[in-house]
């Protein structure tokens, strides 16, 4: 079953903790993105990677960290210098840069 | 100016009619754009893609893009409460921002039996 997957779908942080979040993909695809989505609000890009062992910052990159070690997975670091992270985070991934993404199922981080 | 701009919604079609949803961008650069879907508490789900001036058409759905204009649309025909959701239109960035996919602010459509 080929698709993205985000772990955990919930989590839960003490204010202060560093938290990471997990995205896997099995679709061969070299790009991989995150966004963040608050109510009401459109998606945001934090990062994106357009291929393995490179990453660019997106938008709101500050308070956040990524790496790129394996095609298949793309994992986002909250730190504790974002100063909002509660929130829905996205991961994405597409063929290639500036074709269609595929979203993962999201996590939503409460932290508290 | 926001880069991709939506119209406002919510936007309330009954059963059976037309949906028009439509976005406007600002960067002339952007090459392709996407149409997502995405019900409440859900991630988004693709549903068009639109590369070339002109109107796609996909099932229920039509996509159309303007470049002169710099806007791009999305018809969704035979509305049913199933399509209930909030659209996304997206567009990549040009130039030395490529790879940027964004996002318009969304708009809400509600079709009523």
């Known amino acids: 079953d080929g698709g993205i997957t985000q772990s955990p779908k919930y989590l839960f942080r003490k204010e202060g903790q560093n938290v990471t979040l997990s995205c896997e993909q099995n679709l061969n695809h070299d790009a991989m993105y995150w966004y963040r989505q608050d109510p009401g609000q459109g998606l945001r890009l934090i990062y994106y990677?357009?291929?393995?062992?490179?990453?660019q910052k997106g938008d709101i990159a500050e308070g956040y960290s990524v790496s790129r070690e394996k095609k298949e997975s793309f994992p986002l670091t909250v730190t504790s210098a974002q100063k909002n992270p509660t929130a829905f985070y996205l991961c994405a991934s597409s063929a290639r840069t500036g074709t269609e993404q595929y979203f993962g199922p999201g996590t939503r981080l409460t932290v508290t | 100016q926001k880069e991709v701009e939506q119209n406002s919604g919510p936007l309330s079609v009954p059963e059976g009619a037309i949906a028009s949803l439509n976005c406007t961008y600002s960067?002339?650069?952007?090459?392709?754009f996407f149409w997502y879907r995405q019900y409440s508490g859900k991630s988004p789900e693709l549903i068009m893609f639109i590369y070339s001036n002109g109107d796609k058409e996909d099932g229920r759905f039509t996509a159309q893009l303007n470049k002169a204009s710099q806007y791009v649309s999305l018809l969704i025909r035979d509305s049913q409460p199933s399509d209930s959701a909030t659209y996304l239109c997206?567009?990549?960035?040009?130039?030395?921002?490529?790879?940027?996919?964004?996002f318009g602010q969304g708009t809400i459509l509600t079709v009523h039996p």
């Open positions: 990677s357009q291929i393995v062992n490179d990453f």
């Open positions: 997206a567009g990549y960035a040009g130039g030395t921002s490529y790879g940027k996919l964004t």
């Open positions: 960067d002339r650069g952007s090459q392709s």
